[in-house]
C-alpha cells in the first residue's frame, strides 16, 4: 500500500473526502517529521513509537577495495511496534 492508498482508505473510513484525507496525512507524517527532528519521541498508544536512534561512529570497508573506511556518527529513525499492532499482525 502507498501512501495515496492509505490517503484512500482513510477517506472512506472516516467520511471524508480523499483531498481532506491526504491534507490530514501529510500534516500528521509532517509533525512526526517535526517531532523527530528535534529529538522527541512520538508514541501511539497501541500503534507504536517512533525514536531517534545514535549511531557512533565506526570503521567500515570499502567492499569494491577492501580498504577500511571511516563512517561518520549518525542519527537515525527507529519504529518499535505497540502491543496492539503486534497483535494484530500475529493472528
Request: aromatic content about 4%.
Amino acid at each position: 500500500m502507498n501512501k495515496t492508498e492509505l490517503a484512500e482508505q482513510v477517506a472512506q473510513r472516516a467520511g471524508v473526502s480523499g483531498a481532506e484525507a491526504g491534507r490530514v496525512l501529510d500534516a500528521t507524517l509532517q509533525t512526526i517529521e517535526e517531532a523527530l527532528a528535534g529529538g522527541q519521541e512520538v508514541t501511539i498508544t497501541g500503534f507504536g513509537k517512533f525514536t531517534v536512534a545514535d549511531r557512533a561512529a565506526r570503521q567500515g570497508v570499502n567492499p569494491a577495495t577492501g580498504e577500511p573506511i571511516a563512517i561518520a556518527a549518525s542519527k537515525s529513525p527507529r519504529f518499535s511496534a505497540g502491543a496492539r499492532l503486534k497483535q494484530a499482525v500475529k493472528t
